[in-house]
């Protein structure tokens, strides 16, 4: 994730002390020193929507091989002796699961800050009071666009207002909660209606997502931007933050699964400030860029362990036979040995990258979908070949 209120304005929320902490760099098995990574965990792939990019391919019924509530609870024991700092559920829908509190409750007891990932239409009042009342810390609920555009999306007419309303549910019970879009060619033109919408709503926080081609999300490689557009969403997003500060609305905006974004935010305000341009330098320097298979995993509904949600190609073991810290500490996996120190197999533009130490080779399932090649360039880096040192 890049903080883009972070970068341009300093802000100080939860994330931040895992994104840019000093103690961050170097690590090849967690966020920071002494933690593990945060982890991504797809408990169900039975969802009540269909969307066209889901990356878990979700479909309407549960899949019998789903971990047990018995399980689920050894491998939440795991990480929390693991020093997991963060367990992001998420699905398919992970409300469709009956045992989800249960679950959810439990990961808080054991120490361990427990969010989640919905498409929000299954969040009542009563449901949203319940996420409030076992700590969940954050609620992160994706639309696509307004009304329609958004319902297309998933596959559901209405989808749009009973998300919305699962938003609306969760600010009036105190919980924690912000909105999710991932950009694509049919909806980036929906960008600025969705900073109205935040501001409309008193929304407190928004992420952009990159799209990722993974799962459906693979059918929708001839509808990604082109390198020009995803740099004027870009500028738009940074507009649109400063807008916000300086009239005075407190808004976390961050981007995520695109670390050009970081890059493009450093040279644009070196162009313009260049004190706050070191600053920022610093902070990526400190984030280290994409970190799948470092300081972010993701564990499936059987239980398999990714080296992220978007990469389920790749399986390094599975929790019922061993548990996560020994699976995510076994350097004799290549793909995730690689993935902890990249410099060696990154080829083309991200080899050559003067901004490798920042950005790390951006998304390797990228690569692999578009090139058949893990090691490949991340086609969705929109840096020129000036920006980058290679011309």
Known sequence: ???????????????????????????????????????????????????????????????????????????????????????????????????????????????????????????????????????????????????????????????????????????????????????????????????????????????????????????????VLTHQESRAVLDLIMEKTLYFHRRGLTKEILTVDNHADGVYVYLKLRERDSQRAERVYELLLQNGGNRSGIAIAAVDWEGNVHPDQFTPQYTFGNVREKSFGEIWTDLSQPILAGLKNRRPFLKGRCARCRWLEICNGNFRSRAEAVYDDFWAPDPACYLTDEEIGIA
């Open 1 to 223: 994730m890049i903080s883009i209120s972070k970068l341009l304005l300093e802000t100080a929320n939860f994330g931040d002390q895992l994104r840019y902490s000093p103690s961050s760099r170097n690590q090849i098995h967690g966020v920071a020193a002494g933690q593990g990574p945060v982890v991504v965990w797809n408990i169900t792939r039975a969802c009540n929507l269909r969307c066209i990019h889901c990356y878990a391919s979700a479909v309407n019924q549960r899949h019998p091989g789903e971990l047990s509530t018995a399980e689920g609870k050894k491998f939440i024991d795991d990480l929390a002796a693991f020093k997991v700092p963060v367990l992001l559920f998420s699905g398919g829908e992970p409300l469709m699961r009956q045992d989800f509190f249960e679950l959810a409750e439990y990961a808080t007891s054991r120490g361990i800050r427990t969010t989640v990932s919905t498409n929000g239409t299954l969040i009542t009042h009563a449901v949203a009071r319940r996420l409030k009342e076992i700590g969940v810390g954050y609620v992160g609920i994706s639309l696509d666009g307004i009304r329609e555009i958004n319902d297309q999306f998933r596959g559901r007419p209405g989808a749009f207002q009973s998300a919305l309303e699962g938003i609306r549910n969760c600010l009036a019970v105190g919980q924690r909660v912000g909105l999710r879009f991932t950009i694509n060619r049919y909806n980036f033109n929906q960008v600025e209606a969705i900073f109205e919408l935040i501001e409309k709503e008193n929304i407190p926080r928004v992420c952009f997502y990159h799209l990722v081609y993974s799962g459906r999300g693979r059918e929708m490689l001839k509808d």
